[in-house]
């Protein structure tokens, strides 16, 4: 549990299942599984090329994935911007857990530099 004074939100089952299969499609630089899972949490207007926002991901994923697999917290943040270039826009459980993953992973890192 985790808890952010700021901030009050609860992920249920299916958001933490579609959180996480984000990360593993993100970790693996797939970007049509990575696009899959937005569909599971996002409302898609109907003009989305599907074809034009995979290659926007493949290039997000490419220029933003560490080199041990990882993804950071700023990287999800900066996802929702660009993918709010498509009109697509998450839903506010999502920024809840983007504002407090942002922090969390600031102070561990600054606890646990290698982290």
Excluded: K
């Excluded at 989305?48 to 999800?76: W, Y």
């Amino acid at each position: 549990m985790l808890i952010d004074l700021g901030a009050i939100g609860r992920i249920g089952p299916q958001q933490r299942g579609a959180v996480l299969d984000m990360l593993v499609a993100a970790a693996s630089g797939e970007s049509s599984a990575c696009r899959q899972t937005l569909e599971r949490v996002t409302v898609f207007d109907a003009r989305v090329d599907g074809r034009e926002l995979d290659a926007a991901l493949d290039g997000f994923l490419a220029r933003n994935m560490r080199a041990d697999g990882g993804i950071s917290a700023t990287t999800l943040e900066d996802l929702t911007v660009r993918i709010g270039e498509f009109g697509i826009h998450l839903p506010r459980w999502f920024g809840v857990l983007i504002r407090t993953l942002v922090p969390l992973e600031g102070t561990l890192v600054g606890l646990q530099p290698d982290f």
